[in-house]
């Protein structure tokens, strides 16, 4: 597949999952460390692949709800995604589960789902992950 680039996001690392993320533009500059959890030091004030995934992922996801809310004509407002993006074995190699909690305010729970579903047929990084990792989704319209 190839796609018309509109834009492209440019970003260097080096040292791996304990080195340095920056950006091109170096509004992004970020020390990287490995979890605890796996076996790293956990560094204070670092991040890692998996958060970063998680804050990528969360905001492509509410940009394709709210955009296809707008083309249903279904107003919405105050969305929020959160990501919990998980690091893990499987089988003999490592891989990653996305839980995606979605919040809707003052929306009914079946326009609400259905919004999500569309949403996942739309966003990118959604396109990219499917048939690869293991997504789910919980719904909700809490105001």
Known sequence: MSIERLYTAKAKTSGGRDGRAVSSDNVIDLPLSTPKEMGGPGKAESTNPEQLFAAGYSACFDGA???????????????????????????????????????????????????????????PYSRATRGNIEVNFSTTTNA
């Open 65 to 123: 709800l709210n955009l296809v809310a707008r083309l249903s004509k279904t107003p919405i407002t105050d969305s929020t995604v959160e990501a919990d993006v998980s690091f893990g074995k499987d089988g003999e190699h490592y891989g990653i589960e996305v839980d995606l909690r979605v919040n809707i305010p003052n929306l009914d729970q079946q326009q609400a789902e259905e919004l999500v579903a569309k949403a996942h047929q739309v966003c």
